[in-house]
């Protein structure tokens, strides 16, 4: 028997020796390799879950706070403000020319977002650069007139209650797609309890599935 | 306790399994994917509300019809209008791709002044005050005569304002490029008086005999032609292409007749003898000759007999007989004169020889003939206002007969021809033949002002340079020209603000002659251009804003018309290419490449075939019988009496053999790294040779020597 394999024999047997249950001379390394392990696990496990999702996200706040609640009670309705144009493309996010359809330089109340939107934006003539929740990316097409109109879907089946809501939440923007959060969902894992939590290609499907009996195909959105 | 490798081990089997229980993996893979699919760079066009402008494409003489699709205001793509009369709806490459040329990197963005050879940016006021200050001072010498200017055509208000701001200054010396509708407009002059240009309705004829024109390769209004030539093929018309290679319209032909380069007007001289040998003309249009039909007879039986001409052209006598005959017996014939797009160097000659073939027929004034139609005559410009040192200088007798000719005379003369010198949307540095002997002249010219949008080769060459709104970027009447049946004037509008400091032709041409004062501010008495063409068109600005364009004229012109057979029956000489060599070198047109200003976009570039330009490298045509051993692709060094090029070669046994062809258009030598620096600009291989009589540049081509690089 050569050297070499008096040394392996040696080796595995001293490792089968270590791997032995009730070896007192062995316990404290295999303990510490189960603390090590342990410790380990708890960092990369509670990093995964509660550290990641900061990192991964950049937050920006809008440049002032909006009252949705405050403009649905005023103008009665969604339409008012994102409306289909007459050639059926949708509005989105409405320019500052349409919010001097009610709005002019003068705030019409006393808040101080509509002071900094009345001075910066309606004076100087600027658009004013909100962050869109639910912005698509550039190779995806979506017609809203398709589903509001021909499918008669309402907005909160994927916009959610945001009608509701009285101020604006941060915008997070995935640093590595550029797309805002809610496409993917708040829930990390991807785990949704109503249609509005997250707006991704399976959301899609698994709504046209249902409705159409169909998932649909590639080229009805990214044409 | 030891920390030991089980340790290590440990702590890795901890991090990995922690990780693999945490959303990490599974959401960096997913965002990873979405990554890939987005690339960050990868400019996004943001989205906005979906608009259209409608204009009208001046990119070349075809005047379509066209609509910017805007979002947000922002142009974002050009399409044909569909309405337009025209093009109904069609649209060529380089007007789809005409939004490059808003963003230019030639553009000019600001006036320019030259100094020490360098340009310098100064304000509009400066600009328009210094060119007053010269012209002022030029008036002052009682010259006003040695004020020249050169404009791309004489159509249109913007020209006709240059006319206009020349007869106020005195100057009789405004001359235009060489394009086919002043080759059209000289020669229906020469054949039927003065105020008559030519048309024709390709639309409705069912024979078309065309003498090299290149109906679907940019000849007349391209995307028209491309639409008669399908009509064509649908109706079944007869096609018959005449030229010394296989173009792609020989390609699209009924029949290719090869013929001997700058032969045309033998040949068409020879058809029109059998036509009046064989009694084929039509004796009722007939009854309109003049000057000298039995003359004209006489000659072309004794200079042009068939075999003769046979020996000539390199077409059989049989075949000349046929085609003239076939051509006689059609119902609805036309024979459209115009080599490649038409507005290159050719002769007076050919094209009234060719024309004088529809005259013989009597489909003239017909549905499916030829048009003898007057000049467009819907602009009314008031008599400009001249004093005594104006009028003396409108009388002198004007410098030259074409731009070519006055170019010539400036290089040739030791005296100064020309003070000042006004170029307009015109590139003579680099397109008119011999370019170097251009911009000799041109450092002869103590002063050039230059509207230009781009910093071309002629803007390189002058002193001022006063930028020009696009067509996209200001207003004007576009009037259809180049052979087109109809007259159309479309309105082209700004449907965008101008990207850079640059004004319209019009406005820059009022606040010079207001700066100027006395009978100029007189002459120019309109607040602004757009004012100014509503004046200038009050019988149809109601069309033109409401619609965008005017239908003037439609269907045949009514009246009779006379034909002077004086200017062919003295046999005017066939202009011979200059040189001795074995090889004729023609220039080639070819749709993807501008070969005139405005240069070609760098999306046309791009669609350029690599057996015309690759890399940086031009090739020339050849047949491979002529090649004697070259190589295809090799190098080699094509030598005429103006210059020599190296190019490569491309074997096509479509061209004739002793016939080597150059596309027209590349080898620009301004700033534009997507345009210029590709390839040889053939013009620079062929001298201009002056035709005697009309002062037009006859030299179609040249003799040449190729040798290996």
Known sequence: MSEIENKTEHGSMDGAKECAAGDPKNDTGLGLGVIFFILAFLICFLSGWLLFPKLLYSKHEQPFNFDHALHVQETGDCESCHFLREDGTFSGIPKTESCLDCHTDEPMGETEDEAIFAAEYVAKQREVPWYVYAKQPDCVYFSHAAHIKAAGM?????????????????????????????????????????????????DCAVCHEKETGHKGYCFQCHK | MKVDR???????????????????????????????????????????????????????????????????????????????????????????????????????????????????????????????????????????????????????????????????????????????????TQTAQTL??????????????????????GIIEGWGSPVACFKANSGRMQRGAKFYQIEPRLSNTAATADKWIPIHPGTEADLAMAMCG?????????????????????RFNAMVQQKYPVDQVAAITGISAADIKKTAIAFAKAKMPVAVPGKGRGDGAQSLKEFAAIHTLNCLTGNINKKGGTFVKPVPGYLAFPDPVQDAVARDGAAQEKLAGSAQELVTKIHQSDAPVVDTLFVYSANPCYSLNDPMQTRAAFEKIPFVVNFTSFMDETALASDVILPISTFLERFEDVPSKAGFAGLVVGLAQPVVDPVFDTRSPGDALIHLAKTLGGTMGDSFDWPDYKTCLKSLVPGIWNDLSKSGYAVVSQGPPAGRVRTDFAFLAENPSTIQPQGDADLTLVPIDDMRVASTAPASSPFAIKTVSDRVI??????????????????????????????????????NEGIMPGVIGMVKGLGHTFDNRYVAGKGVNVHELISPVIEPGSGLDAAFGVKASISKA
């Open chain 1, 154 to 202: 309402d907005c909160v089946t994927c916009h959610g209650h945001i009608g509701e809501s009285t101020s604006s939440r941060p915008y997070e923007e995935n640093r590595l797609t550029g797309y805002s959060r809610d496409i993917w969902g708040n829930n990390i894992w991807g785990i949704t309890k109503n249609p509005w939590d997250s707006m991704k290609m399976d």
């Open chain 2, 6 to 184: 089980r340790s290590f081990l440990g702590l890795g089997l901890g991090a990995v399994a922690g990780i693999a229980i945490s959303p990490v993996g599974a959401k960096l893979t997913d965002d990873s994917s979405i990554w890939t699919q987005n690339w960050p760079w990868t400019p996004v066009p943001p989205d906005g509300k979906i608009t259209y402008g409608q204009s009208v494409c001046t990119l070349c003489p075809g005047t379509c019809g066209i609509n910017v699709r805007k979002i947000d205001g922002r142009p974002v793509k050009i399409e044909g209008q569909d309405t337009y009369p025209v093009n109904n709806g069609g649209a060529c490459l380089h007007g789809i791709a005409g939004l490059q040329y808003l963003y230019d990197p030639c553009r000019v963005k600001t006036p320019l002044k030259k100094n020490n050879g360098r340009f310098e940016p100064i304000s509009w006021e400066e600009a328009i005050t210094l060119v007053a200050g010269r012209l002022g001072k030029i008036r002052e010498n009682q010259r006003p005569d040695s004020l020249a200017c050169i404009t791309d055509t004489n159509l249109g208000s913007v020209p006709g304002l240059f006319s206009h701001f020349m007869t106020a200054f005195g100057s009789p010396n405004h001359f235009t490029m060489q394009t086919l509708e002043s080759w059209l």
């Open chain 2, 192 to 213: 039927h008086g003065s105020g008559h240009t030519l048309g024709f309705d390709l639309d409705n004829a069912d024979f078309i005999l065309s003498f090299g024109a």
């Open chain 2, 274 to 294: 059998i036509l009046l040998q064989e009694n084929l003309f039509d004796p009722e249009f007939a009854a309109g000759f003049r000057g000298g039909l039995n």
């Open chain 2, 614 to 651: 690759k890399n940086r490298d031009m090739f020339v045509e050849i047949n491979p019988k002529t090649a004697n051993g070259l190589k295809d692709g090799g190098f080699v060094t094509v030598t005429t009496p103006a210059g020599s090029a190296k190019v490569r070669l491309n074997f």
